[in-house]
Every structure is written in C-alpha cells, then in structure tokens.
C-alpha cells in the first residue's frame, strides 16, 4: 500500500511555497530527480508536479490542491508512474479531502499547515525519511 503526505491548508495559506521548499530539501539530499513539470505553458510555474527517487523508492510530489479536479488529474499522473509515495496539498475539510481518502491503495497522512513554512517542510522531510527508508527495509 502507498502512502499520501496531504498538506492541509486554507486557499493562499502557503501549501504550494512549503512544498516548493520540500521540494529543495530533497534535491539537496539526493533525492533523484526523475520527472520535472516545473512550467506552465512554457513559462516557470509556482505549481508543479514532480517525481524523484531515493531507494528505489518513486516519490510524487504536487503542489495543485485548491479544486478536486486538478488533485484528481495530478495524482494520476503519480499513481500512473508508480509512486509509492505522493505529497500533495489540500484545504482543511470538503471535496479536497473526500478525493484523496477515495484513492484506492494509499493511505493518507494529513499534515495540518502552521504559519511557518520551512518548518512545515522539514516536518513532510522527516516524515519521507522515515517511510523511505521503513520501506527499504521490507
């Protein structure tokens, strides 16, 4: 079973700059980057949607997470890709949640989102650090 790290938050509460930041972490740790959809229309984007690797283990990463649809449709392109584990961002309650929760074979952590962005990114850090590395180890 896959694992999803929802980052919950209000609309413009600073999901997507967090998971930007998450996002850094990981490079600079040697993460392997595998798939990169840093743009929109050939312009740079401050959503995207990414895949790295550390293990063998595929982890997707999106920042869409203000409508059902565009969860949906991004979370997608990660199952397709065989993602283990997917961080995304979500609002608080509603439609946002009910999607992730109906993901069949993921189960899902909901990470509330503080006013403090980079420490919000180093707690989704350690949490992928500890399901990588419970994962190598099964």
């Known amino acids: 079973m896959?694992?999803?790290l929802a980052l919950q938050g209000d609309k413009?509460?600073?999901k997507s700059t967090t998971i930007g930041r998450l996002y850094g972490m990981l490079v600079k740790s040697?993460?392997?980057v595998i798939m990169n959809r840093r743009t929109y229309k050939g312009k740079p984007s401050h959503d995207f949607v990414v895949i790295l690797?550390?293990?063998g283990i595929k982890i997707g990463i999106t920042t869409y997470g203000d409508t059902p649809y565009l969860i949906l449709k991004k979370l997608n392109i990660l199952i397709?890709?065989?993602c283990l584990i997917?961080?995304?961002a979500c609002h608080e309650a509603?439609?946002?949640v009910q999607v992730l929760i109906n993901i069949d074979g993921y189960s899902v952590q909901f990470i509330p989102k503080t006013k403090d962005?980079?420490?919000d990114a180093q707690e989704m850090f350690n949490k992928l650090e500890q399901l990588t590395k419970k994962d190598t180890k099964s």
């Open 2 to 4: 896959g694992t999803i």
């Open 94 to 96: 509603g439609e946002t």
């Open 53 to 55: 690797e550390r293990n």
């Open 80 to 82: 397709d890709a065989d």
């Open 12 to 14: 413009d509460s600073g």
């Open 30 to 32: 040697n993460y392997s």
């Open 117 to 119: 962005n980079e420490a």
């Open 86 to 88: 997917i961080v995304c």
